[in-house]
T-cell receptor, first 113, second 114 residues
Framework: DQQVKQNSPSLSVQEGRISILNCDYTNSMFDYFLWYKKYPAEGPTFLISISSIKDKNEDGRFTVFLNKSAKHLSLHIVPSQPGDSAVYFCAASGQGGSEKLVFGKGTKLTVNP | KAGVTQTPRYLIKTRGQQVTLSCSPISGHRSVSWYQQTPGQGLQFLFEYFSETQRNKGNFPGRFSGRQFSNSRSEMNVSTLELGDSALYLC?????????????FGAGSRLTVL
């Protein structure tokens, strides 16, 4: 049973436009959500996170939105750049501090010049 | 500041063999977690160690084990390898506690089982 779902395996956008990556979760006990980016032959790198007490967190070109009632979060990248092309993983954790993250299967983002 | 270092980066084993993977966390990070990444299942949590103690364990068979040393370095072992164990094994470290949950990952050890 998949507790964190990324239903779009891939997404393609034009440079300069907005990229929106979506993630749904089923476990109401999750209280912290993260996005990681992964390039081939590298480990995932942390991008941005959000606590369940917030509904938005922004860091430069990256914004994460959380809709607790819908159990849905999204990552917005604007403007998108070719260097953003990577696989993006949504992850969630509970228990207020556990290092155990539950990951989605990832969305491959391609930003075309 | 050196990142998370995993060795070996690539290895090939045959069914029935065992394998040991090593992870050196970022200096000062006391928590080390291990994840398995496969194309079909994504990243799945194996276990987490803190102060040489296993704090959390994922849903993997007993063939998967790990340990942490006093210098926070960690190893994981897979015995009686199966074809399905072919995967990228990722180690991550973090500063303990505070609910930060921000893991820093290594580049991974890619295991191929023939």
């Amino acid at each position: 049973d998949q507790q964190v779902k990324q239903n779009s395996p891939s997404l393609s956008v034009q440079e300069g436009r907005i990229s929106i990556l979506n993630c749904d979760y089923t476990n109401s006990m999750f209280d912290y959500f993260l996005w990681y980016k992964k390039y081939p032959a590298e480990g995932p790198t942390f991008l941005i996170s959000i606590s369940s007490i917030k509904d938005k967190n922004e860091d430069g070109r990256f914004t994460v939105f959380l809709n607790k009632s819908a159990k849905h979060l999204s990552l917005h990248i604007v403007p998108s750049q070719p260097g953003d092309s990577a696989v993006y993983f949504c992850a969630a954790s509970g228990q207020g501090g556990s290092e155990k993250l539950v990951f989605g299967k990832g969305t491959k983002l391609t930003v075309n010049p | 500041k050196a990142g998370v270092t995993q060795t070996p980066r690539y290895l090939i084993k045959t069914r029935g063999q065992q394998v040991t993977l090593s992870c050196s966390p970022i200096s000062g990070h006391r928590s080390v977690s291990w994840y398995q990444q496969t194309p079909g299942q994504g990243l799945q949590f194996l276990f987490e160690y803190f102060s040489e103690t296993q704090r959390n364990k994922g849903n993997f068979p007993g063939r998967f084990s790990g340990r942490q040393f006093s210098n926070s370095r960690s190893e994981m072992n897979v015995s009686t390898l199966e074809l399905g164990d072919s995967a990228l094994y990722l180690c991550a470290s973090s500063v303990q506690g505070a609910g930060a949950n921000v893991l820093t990952f290594g580049a991974g050890s890619r295991l191929t089982v023939l």
